[in-house]
């Protein structure tokens, strides 16, 4: 569905990521795990062509990304930023209206099937009943499902998330996470997203990507992926890990932070 090949991606003379290929299939649903300042969120924006590789090149089933128009692009991948603002005084049904512009002529105005679309992505992200309320009235959780209505509404084949779940509290996480995991299941959506939760990851994921300095240490399914060297080698962390008995995947116990102890033997 996407594929990076060799791509080098850097900020004025940063370089943040040097030689990197990828390979997403349709209907996976992967994230992208690492510690801070490793390049997870840079990796995402270039996929979704909002930074240009500096080398190598992005391709979407097989076509150069940036051959493509942006209305059409707009059809084929939304992405959800960190950090979302509504204009002020809109309602939830006028900010979902959004995603139908990528299909819209110049000028055109909203049509019957536009009306058909916005209420099947309220319907399914559980927000018929908050249609005509301010998005700025809403929490947080409820927000963010605001911002995923109205990217399924853009009804593309792939969704990139870039820490979705961030700011939420761990109700609204798990409900976040549940419904991206629905669309999945339900619609074959491709979805790529930034996490920092590595039991949500573990938990909600087909395929984890693990960076590391800008180039990617692990790649692969949770259960063949996660373990305690690795993690200790990404995160400098001690952990146990056992298996979740009602899903079969990999459930990380924390216990202590190698780089506490690294930072005494230094200062001894």
């Known amino acids: 569905m996407i594929r990076a090949e060799h791509i080098q991606i850097g900020y004025d003379e940063k370089i943040v990521i040097k030689d990197?290929?990828?390979?997403?299939?349709?209907?996976?649903?992967?994230?992208?795990?690492g510690p801070n300042g490793c390049g997870k969120s840079t990796l995402l924006k270039t996929l979704s062509r909002v930074l240009k590789p500096m080398k190598g090149s992005i391709l979407i089933e097989n076509n150069p990304i940036?051959?493509?128009?942006?209305?059409?692009?707009?059809?084929?991948?939304?992405?959800?930023?960190?950090?979302?603002?509504?204009?002020?005084?809109?309602?939830?049904?006028?900010?979902?209206?959004?995603?139908?512009?990528?299909?819209?002529?110049w000028f055109e105005t909203k049509n019957k099937e536009d009306?058909?679309?916005?209420?099947?992505?309220?319907?399914?992200?559980?927000?018929?009943?908050y249609k005509d309320r301010l998005v700025s009235g809403l929490s947080g959780g409820e927000r963010q499902r605001v911002w995923l209505a109205m990217a399924l509404a853009q009804k593309p084949e792939v969704l990139l998330l870039d820490e979705p779940t961030t700011y939420l509290d761990i109700s609204h996480q798990l409900e976040l996470m549940e419904l991206i995991r629905s669309i999945?299941?339900?619609?074959?959506?491709?979805?790529?997203?930034?996490?920092?939760?590595?039991?949500?990851?573990?938990?909600?994921?087909?395929r984890l990507v693990i960076m590391k300095k800008g180039e990617i240490k692990g790649?692969?399914?949770?259960?063949?992926?996660?373990?305690?060297?690795?993690?200790?080698?990404?995160?400098?962390?001690?952990?146990?890990?056992?298996?979740?008995p009602l899903t079969s995947k990999p459930r990380i116990h924390p216990i202590k932070t190698c780089r506490g102890h690294c930072i005494l033997q230094q200062a001894n």
Request: net charge negative; hydrophobic share 35%; charged share 25%.
């Open 20 to 33: 990197l290929s990828l390979n997403i299939h349709k209907g996976e649903v992967v994230s992208i795990l």
């Open 66 to 105: 940036h051959s493509i128009g942006t209305k059409n692009l707009s059809r084929k991948i939304a992405m959800l930023s960190q950090h979302n603002e509504a204009p002020a005084g809109i309602t939830v049904k006028e900010l979902v209206y959004y995603g139908r512009l990528p299909h819209k002529k």
């Open 115 to 129: 009306e058909t679309i916005i209420d099947w992505a309220l319907t399914h992200t559980g927000l018929k009943d």
């Open 184 to 206: 999945n299941e339900k619609f074959n959506m491709t979805i790529i997203m930034v996490l920092h939760d590595l039991n949500q990851a573990s938990e909600y994921s087909d």
């Open 219 to 244: 790649d692969g399914s949770p259960c063949e992926l996660i373990n305690e060297q690795l993690l200790r080698e990404i995160y400098n962390i001690q952990c146990d890990i056992d298996i979740n």
